[in-house]
């Protein structure tokens, strides 16, 4: 260690003894309570920009050390220091790369060149509210922490000890001080000055808060003397006083009110500064031709807020004589006065000031509607309203009743409705009430906006529509309702509005093509003739079992495969009313409907399936009772269809069954028709031949025929008995009736006439084997039926052992 960083160490320490001041040359008696920089607020934004914990971290490089007791120096080795002054900040500017940095060194070279000791004492303010944020503030070892030598480490931690905390109220109170001071906010300056401690250690503070007070106190004078002429009655020397008192303190509310008091414009006149209410505040204007480039300072007074509380500045600057007040509260008087400044932010000249002025702000977007003996009216609130009130005028300027209802919030609007109304024309006012907090009165209210709305002549509702199935195929419609008007059928593309959804025409679907044209009544038809047959499968709508519906009738044909939501609209020149909806289905016929016997008992049913459908439902007609069988597509298609009968003969109709349980069912022009006859068997059997002795006579073959319901048929087919032997022993079956000699026949005409005999449709006839045409034994018998009927009848053959004769 050098003797120089020896020396200097122990003046260093030596300096943290109590009473002794801080620094090598003792130049510190304390370090500062306030920055005292004007922009200070700026500057500090822009250091947090950059992301820096306090000035001097921009000002030494990479492993550098900071002196600030002394003076601003960067120390970046034994021996080897820099003063940082305005020249080595600049050239510190041109070395970085960052362009904020770059600006905010700037920015420090032009403070240090106004005041070489600003920046300093800026750095000491910073790192000393460092050390007191730090939970280890009171070590040096914070302080080199932050980039501070170690030679002046313990006494900057010492001085920082010693100077008061200043809570974040007093902070704020204590960086904006300057500031206010600049801006000549003299009263602003005295609040904040009052929040920080005394300034015993900090002597330019103590210096700027004494003549602060003295210009205060100055301003109280003028305040005083103003108050005795205006008591006096002599407002004009009041208000050179009062002018007097601006130029020392330009916020003084006192004087600024006692402006107003004495101010007196003629009647009528507003003066040269105007005000308005627009959207989003109040629009102050005053001629730039007669003030040129003067700069003002624009307060607000409220009405009723206490004679000393602090002014209410308007931000921003008047641009070509106009400036807008957006911070002007709601529901209150305001008065605007205009203080003319110097180049230094000192008032100079006299006060313009505005009339009084209401600020209740109108409802805006408001929209007007009318529909079937109704009036709605829709609009924004404006911010702070505590209730909007409405009036509505009809025809003759009478308030219509019952009375309107409370207006209902959705969202950012209010609304109402007003229900029961005449056609006619009414006009409609909205208007604003607002009632600030602590006021006993009823508030301000805001000027009507009005609008002018007709309530005009809407149709008849439709009340019911029906739909039923005609047998000769479409549907017939019904309703009622709808008179003086016109009834539309027609489907809606999505979902249907609600019965009663008030429409304009433009937004009707187009009438549906195939139920004819509006219907205006009087049982009007559409395709088709009016009044025909109803009655058929499916043929009665909701409500029409059993009966014919009554009202106007419009005929329609849907188209085949259709699932129709068919919607009835009564419509009056350019508005509708949305009606009853009825839901009509046409399937599409069945075809290719077969039938086949699989037994006695059992038919097989086959057709193709119509389209989309669901379920056909297949109706059997047999010993005239009828009975229906529903089948699912799906199962048709992996099963097929199936359906127990008995013999007799019978009939299958099949159709498409309805897709809703809601929809009437138009039946097509013709249903899928099919029959089948009675189930005609013929049974044969070989019975052995009577014994003689030791043997057995020739067999004798019986056929017995079964003809449901009792009669045999008119044709039945003959029976042919066919022999086989090839010499084996186990000789083949004939494979047809040319297949081997005839042993046996039996003609279609006995076995008829033996069905006959007997009443019950069951007969039997027996033959003889002819041994004599037979081949040699062992041989097999088959019998086979011929004739133009033996397609239709059934052949039961009995086992086929009992069939070879040996």
Do not use: K
Not at 547 to 563: F, K, T, Y
Request: aromatic share 4%; with cysteine; net charge positive.
């Amino acid at each position: 260690m050098t003797s120089h960083t020896l020396h200097g160490g122990r003046r260093a320490m030596a300096g943290t003894e109590f009473g002794h001041a801080i620094g090598l040359s003792r130049a510190l008696s304390g370090l500062p309570l306030a920055p005292l920089l004007g922009g200070y607020g700026e500057l500090l934004a822009a250091q947090q920009a950059v992301g820096l914990r306090h000035l001097g971290d921009l000002l030494v490089p990479p492993g550098g050390r900071l002196r600030v007791l002394d003076g601003i120096f960067a120390v970046t080795g034994p021996g080897r220091r820099r003063h940082v002054g305005a020249g080595v900040l600049r050239a510190l500017r041109r070395e970085q790369a960052e362009p904020a940095a770059a600006r905010l060194l700037e920015r420090l070279a032009g403070i240090q060149e106004a005041d070489p000791a600003a920046l300093r004492r800026i750095l000491l303010y910073q790192l000393t509210h460092l050390l007191h944020d730090h939970p280890q503030g009171h070590l040096p070892a914070t302080a080199t922490g932050f980039g501070i030598d170690p030679a002046e480490a313990a006494a900057l931690v010492h001085g920082a000890a010693r100077r008061p905390r200043l809570d974040d109220g007093q902070r704020a109170a204590a960086e904006a001080l300057r500031d206010e001071l600049l801006e000549h906010r003299i009263r602003s300056a005295a609040r904040r000055a009052a929040l920080l401690p005394p300034a015993d250690g900090d002597p330019p503070l103590a210096a700027l808060l004494a003549g602060l007070a003295a210009r205060t106190a100055a301003a109280d004078v003028e305040l005083a003397v103003a108050r005795r002429h205006e008591e006096q009655g002599d407002p004009e020397r009041a208000r050179v006083h009062y002018e007097e008192a601006l130029a020392l303190a330009g916020d003084c509310p006192r004087a600024v009110r006692g402006l107003v008091r004495g101010h007196r414009p003629d009647p009528g006149d507003p003066g040269p500064l105007e005000s308005a209410l627009v959207p989003g505040g109040v629009e102050l204007r005053w001629p730039v031709q007669e003030f040129g480039d003067t700069r003002w300072r624009v307060v607000r007074l409220t009405r009723g807020e206490p004679a000393g509380a602090p002014l209410a500045e308007v931000a921003g600057r008047p641009a070509g004589g106009v400036l807008v007040d957006r911070s002007a509260g709601t529901g209150v008087e305001v008065r605007h006065v205009a203080l003319p400044l110097r180049a230094d932010g000192a008032v100079d000249g006299p006060a313009l000031i505005g009339a009084p002025l209401s600020v209740a702000p109108a409802v805006t977007e408001l929209r007007v509607g009318d529909g079937d003996g109704w009036i709605e009216a829709s609009w924004t609130p404006p911010a702070g309203a505590a209730r909007c009130e409405v009036t509505l005028t009809g025809p003759g300027g009478r308030a219509p009743a019952p009375p309107l209802p409370p207006a209902a919030r959705a969202g950012l609007r209010e609304a109402v409705r007003a229900r029961g109304l005449a056609p006619g024309r009414y006009e409609l006012a909205v208007r604003a009430r607002y009632a600030p907090t602590g006021r006993t009165d009823r508030g301000v209210l805001s000027a009507a906006v009005t609008a002018a709305v007709t309530v005009h002549v809407w149709p008849a509702p439709v009340r019911t529509l029906t739909a039923t199935a005609r047998a000769a195929g479409g549907v017939e419609f019904h309703r009622t309702g709808g008179d003086g008007g016109r009834v539309r059928l027609v489907e809606w593309p999505g979902e249907a509005p609600a019965e009663g959804t008030e429409l304009t025409a433009a937004e009707l679907p187009p009438p549906l093509d195939w139920a004819g044209r509006d219907w205006t009544g009087g049982d009007t038809a559409g395709p088709g003739t009016a009044g025909g047959d109803t009655a058929g499968r499916d043929s009665s709508g909701p409500g029409t079992a059993g009966r014919r519906p009554s009202g106007p009738v419009s005929i329609g044909a849907p188209p085949p495969g259709s699932l129709t939501t068919v919607a009835a609209v009564a419509v009056l020149g350019e508005r509708a009313l949305a009606g009853p909806c009825v839901l009509v289905e046409a399937p599409l016929p069945v075809t290719g409907l077969a039938l086949r016997r699989t037994a006695p008992d059992l038919v097989q049913v086959t057709f193709d399936w119509p389209g989309a459908a669901g379920t056909v439902t297949a109706t059997v007609t047999q010993d005239g009772r009828r009975t229906d069988f529903a089948v699912a597509r799906s199962v048709f298609l992996r099963e097929g269809l199936q359906l127990p009968v008995t013999p007799a003969a019978l009939s299958v109709e099949a159709h498409a069954a309805q897709r809703s349980a809601r929809s009437v069912l138009a039946a097509p022009a013709a249903d899928a028709r099919a029959e089948l006859p009675a189930d005609v068997a013929i049974a044969y059997e070989l019975v052995p031949g009577p014994r003689r002795g030791l043997r057995r006579g020739p067999a004798v073959l019986r056929v017995t025929v079964r003809t449901p319901g009792g009669g045999p048929g008119p044709d039945l087919p003959g029976f042919l008995l066919v022999a086989r032997g090839d010499g084996g022993r186990n000789p083949q079956r004939p494979g047809g009736p040319a297949g081997g000699p005839a042993v046996c026949r039996v003609t279609g005409a006995e076995l008829a006439a033996a069905a006959a005999a007997t009443g019950t449709g069951t007969g039997t006839v027996e033959r003889p084997i002819d041994t004599t045409a037979a081949p040699g034994r062992p041989y097999a018998l088959r019998g086979f039926l011929l004739g133009g009927a033996a397609a239709s009848v059934r052949l039961e053959e009995p086992p086929l052992l009992s069939l070879v004769v040996r």
